[in-house]
């Protein structure tokens, strides 16, 4: 035994030293609870497929989430709380309880999957998607004077809208629900609005129109590090100069080849779910 330990052990078996450690904690939880708040966590994004960012990497650019995109700009640590498929109502079941905040950004960017469900329902996603924005909303940096949250040190909330064009065959005007809600409830929980309406085109998404390419992941990113900007939390950096595409015409012939091939097997997946109905 250590001359360290054997004094530890030999404090604990003096009178008075269970309870003089016993007064020493509360103070050792507090200290360590306040370092706890201190620690801000950076930004956490929640979603679903297009959120995790898995992909290929087009004219250059890697397949990166837009949150981790966004996260990078800002110089912020990163936290992904994302499922391929998700809806709204898993969001909230399975990945909302491991907010583990406080954090300087929460970014929700659910409801592609909803939109483009058969079972649409545009009251229950509204509902899920309420419960999700009060969760990543409590989970945030509460601002120094809580009369202002305004200030520039409160955290920010961001809700992204779907496209409107979404999917093949379109499940509009589900997406324009959708959207609506979105702008809604962000109206509600004095969330910033991230329109994505008008993304759109084969730069920025894939033949299905629903997962964005490497270079949609970068603009959904820039689109939301603009609306922070504007909210008073700049970028450290430019995305687009991070992003560093490749702007040679091989490049691009080559982009367009692979787009090509892609349009091809999700025609056949069109046409191998009409025969399935």
Not at 102 to 125: E, F, H, M, T
Not at 160 to 173: E, H, S, V, Y
């Amino acid at each position: 035994m250590s001359d360290a330990v054997a004094a530890s052990v030999g404090d604990a078996d003096r009178p008075g030293a269970a309870s003089a450690s016993a007064a020493g904690r509360p103070a050792a939880h507090a200290a360590r609870d306040a370092s706890a708040a201190a620690l801000r966590r950076g930004l956490v994004a929640l979603g679903d497929s297009i959120t995790n960012g898995r992909g290929e990497p087009w004219l250059g650019v890697p397949a990166l989430s837009w949150a981790q995109w966004v996260a990078e700009a800002l110089e912020l640590p990163f936290t992904k709380l994302a499922r391929d498929g998700a809806r709204a109502e898993d969001v909230l079941r399975d990945l909302a309880p491991r907010l583990a905040g406080p954090y300087d950004v929460a970014a929700l960017y659910v409801g592609v999957n909803d939109a483009r469900s058969l079972d649409w329902d545009a009251a229950a996603y509204e509902r899920s998607l309420t419960a999700l924005a009060q969760a990543a909303g409590a989970s945030l940096v509460a601002p120094a004077d809580r009369a202002a949250p305004g200030r520039a040190n409160a955290g920010r909330l961001l809700l992204l809208t779907p496209p409107a064009d979404l999917g093949r065959p379109t499940c509009a005007p589900k997406s324009l629900e959708a959207a609506a809600i979105v702008r809604r409830v962000a109206g509600e929980q004095g969330a910033l609005v991230v329109a994505l309406d008008d993304l759109a085109g084969r730069r920025f998404v894939l033949p299905d129109t629903v997962h964005p390419t490497a270079l949609g992941q970068v603009e959904i990113a820039a689109r939301a590090i603009n609306v922070l900007a504007a909210a008073g939390r700049p970028p450290r950096h430019d995305v687009w100069e991070s992003a560093d595409r490749h702007r040679s015409r091989r490049a691009a012939r080559a982009a367009d080849r692979r787009w090509l091939t892609l349009l091809a097997q999700d025609l056949r997946r069109r046409a191998v779910e009409r025969l399935a109905r």
